[in-house]
């Protein structure tokens, strides 16, 4: 399996304008997460999806960031209009349902930098 | 805040000592896991302790977990220079399939 993945790996952005991430989970994981990651907060939790359905958005920043999951193999977590303060790296990662260790699979990332 | 947390915060070793590092959490909890980061990439699963385990192994790692003090403890026998990376840890939030990620232990390994 090619594992979760994640595009673009970076991002160089002006604020103001729209950002798209993507993700790929692992085929067959029931389970998909957003977290973003900064030296200050740490990992944050933004979203997670059960069978493509949000379950847990409260960690959604503002408005400005949405998230999407139109069927089991793709999400998208978008930001518009972007601010510098949006500045981090964005992983997805998965899981299946039930299963012996919970592990989540994470992707590489996505680095975020806003001017 | 959501996160708990870990300690301490960095930690530098010498190849061969032994390495521990320290999470506390805050909610009840199914399981805790540890993850593993090396530097710009992705979090990596190390092993799952269920609540109502005290300890668990898996090969140079050991994990221990009191759920009475909220607390949980990695320990990383004879480390390697490969073991540098950052140390998480990750509560499933009162059960649900909300994981929670601890703050971090930035291990480095001098060889």
């Known amino acids: 399996d090619a594992g979760v993945i994640q595009s673009p790996r970076h991002e160089v952005t002006e604020m103001g304008q729209e950002v798209t991430l993507r993700c790929k989970p692992i085929?067959?994981?029931?389970?998909l997460f957003w977290y973003r990651q900064t030296m200050m907060r740490g990992l944050e939790l933004l979203i997670y999806?059960?069978?493509?359905?949000?379950?847990?958005d409260s960690g959604m920043p503002e408005d400005r960031f949405s998230a999407k999951m139109p069927n089991a193999s793709f999400s998208t977590l978008k930001i518009q209009p972007s601010e510098p303060r949006d500045s981090a790296v964005y992983f997805c990662a998965s899981r299946r349902a039930g299963g012996n260790t919970g592990e989540l699979f994470f992707g590489e990332g996505s680095r975020l930098t806003v001017l | 805040s959501q996160q708990g947390e870990e300690d301490p915060q960095a930690l530098s070793i010498q190849e061969g000592e032994n390495a521990t590092m320290n999470c506390s959490y805050k909610?009840?909890?199914?399981?805790l896991q540890w993850y593993r980061q090396n530097s710009g990439r992705g979090l990596v699963h190390l092993i799952l302790i269920r609540s109502n385990e005290r300890e668990k192994h898996s090969g140079r790692l050991r994990v221990t977990l009191d759920t009475s003090k909220k607390s949980s403890s990695l320990l990383i026998t004879a480390s390697r220079a490969a073991d540098t990376a950052s140390y998480f840890c990750?509560?499933?939030?009162?059960?649900?399939?909300?994981?929670?990620f601890g703050t971090g232990t930035r291990l480095k390994v001098l060889a």
């Open positions: 909610t009840s909890i199914n399981n």
């Open positions: 999806f059960n069978n493509n359905v949000p379950i847990d």
């Open positions: 085929s067959g994981h029931d389970y």
């Open positions: 990750a509560t499933d939030d009162s059960g649900t399939y909300k994981y929670i």
